[in-house]
């Protein structure tokens, strides 16, 4: 089970059925199935890859002149008579095999797997020439393809002749001027006549065919012509029936020959489907995905093949490794539904043969199954809320699902009581935790923020927005949850500033403002510059004996407010070198130590020697990925979390550090999320 709906798979294979050469080829495209066979997958890629590179370096392309003889072929072996169109169309489609199987025989070594389906290519050169003998180059029959067809030809052409030399000599006799309507020559009834006025019918010996509308015309058959004109559609029904012989000696030709036909026809097909699957890959600038030996994914500047290729903005999504499970959040703007989408179709691109628009390296998996509840699925002919909905597809793929799937999920748990929507939502993704299962969720809940942060195998994302704008940038970041945005969509949107004012203010009654604050000032300045943070930090008094750090997280606003206890005491800096962590992209601020033994030695390269205080493990792997920063002082081998000293709800709790002598106040929020870090040493 793929949902090639709900992620809009077909709309994929519609654009790759419009750069395939044949019909059978735009029907195989439009037939298209992802598949879960490693080695065919494998295989179909790399068919893909030869005929890109044959696209990018060949002067000729070993297309064109096909056509569908499927039909033809299946009327040919009920011994029906093929009619010249669809003879013709055999005999330009055999050609058409040739060539195609004389090129892959002289590339053999360009285009391996190309051309192992040109190999046992039937011989159809006895059907060739047979039809050759019988075709001009327009698809027309010659006189020559029977010695019958030739000599009736030639008395009709004979006869005709003659029959024009009569009328003409009627038409130019002086005393016969007179009565004629026109000096024409026409026909009816395959008979040549000669228009005759009305008045003058008693004084033209002839055979009356026909009468104009007006009745003042007369179309007459000189007596004179009406043998020549009996000979010459003698010569006609004879040439018919000659015809309709030749055409029933070459269907039965090719009633002998159609199950190579046919064989031939599926084998070209296919080339040409390849080479429209190339074709595809050219027009979406997309490379050949890597297939993971194990269940990661690792999208490099992947771009939503669907998205115009000026609009649409390259993401990075990374699944299966450190986590099984991404969380998507932000405003409610599209952003998370492309990311899932994104992930979703190039995961059935990659398993149905096709190249994913991405940079080279991009890692995919072979998903058994995947599973996607995206979109507003409300029923009222089946008497379903959104919620309800939602919840029975949900409900479904629990009951599918495995560690081999992949399953999309889009605002789980929406459309009802936000506290029983987030719980529900929470128990959902731990079954989908404890069964293993890769998953991409988007959500407003932060009590699933909050609960990816804590929880092993469950990471945070966030779609970057725009206030100014009111827009998405459609970047998606990892390691950071994001805000909503509600209040600044509605306020840029006209909502008058006093509700809106009244809304932050109950907001803040609320109890998730402290996290949607840290959140808030995330997302508006995700990624400055490693310099804004040196700018930022100046917290060291020189001491030997007592060290002090306390700073927030307003990098943004309040930058000299960070930095304001190095001047009160009269902390000389030149010591502390802040430097710059962690994943393009994500930062952190981090202190050397500056003692003799640690002096400008990363983090990294330091081996703690008394104990960690703080939040424990991977500290600046931690960092990087929640967004707070952090600072390592001289002869403190700790970590120290900043985040708002603000928070009203905070509780405090004391740690001491007994190997050290040193103590510390950890400050965090009623979720456990740590705010404020003050060292004493």
Known sequence: MFNEDVLDFIKIKEELANHCSSIIAKEM????????????IQEALDETAEALRSWQTEIEQPLGGTRDIRESCKKSRKDFVLSREAIWDVYITIGAYKRMAKFFRAKYMEYPLLSLWMQDMPNMDRVEQRLKRVFDEKGELLDTASPKLASLRNTISKTRDRIKHDIQAILHDKDNQKYFQEAIITQRNNRYVIPVKQEYRQYFDGLIHDRSATGQTLYIEPMRLVQLNNDL???????????????????????????????ACEKVSHIEFVYGKAKLAIAQKAVQAT???????????????????????????????????????????????????????????????????????????????IFADIGDEQSIEASLSTFSAHMTQVISIIKHCGPNDLVLLDELGSGTDPEEGSALAVSILEFFRQKGTLMMVSTHYNELKNYAYHTVGIENGHVEFDERTLKPTYRLHIGVAGSSHALSIAARLGLPKDIVNRARDYKSKFGSSEMETVLSDLNEEPYAEAEQYERGVDAHDGSDERRYALAAPEIGEDREDVSHHGGEHGYETQDVEPVFIGPVGEYAVVFHQVDDRHRHEPLQEIEPEYGQCGPPAQHAQHVGRTGVLAAVFADVDAVIFLADPHGARNRAQQIGDDNHGGSGVICEDHNGFPRVCVMQI
């Open 291 to 369: 297939l993971s030996e194990g269940r990661d994914v690792n999208l490099m500047r992947a771009r939503h093949p669907l998205i115009p290729a000026n609009t649409v903005v390259p993401t990075d999504i990374r699944l299966g490794t450190d986590y099984r499970i991404l969380l998507i959040t932000g405003s409610n703007t599209g952003g998370k539904t492309v990311s899932l989408k994104t992930l979703g179709l190039l995961s059935l691109m990659n398993q149905s043969g096709l190249f994913i628009p991405a940079d080279h390296g991009s890692i995919l998996p072979i998903f058994h199954n």
């Open 29 to 40: 495209a439009l037939a298209l199935e992802p598949m879960t066979n490693r080695e065919k």
């Open 233 to 263: 559609q003698e010569a006609l029904i004879g040439e018919e029936q000659e015809v309709l012989r030749i055409y029933k000696e070459l269907s039965a030709l090719i009633k002998q020959h159609s199950n190579d036909l046919m064989d």
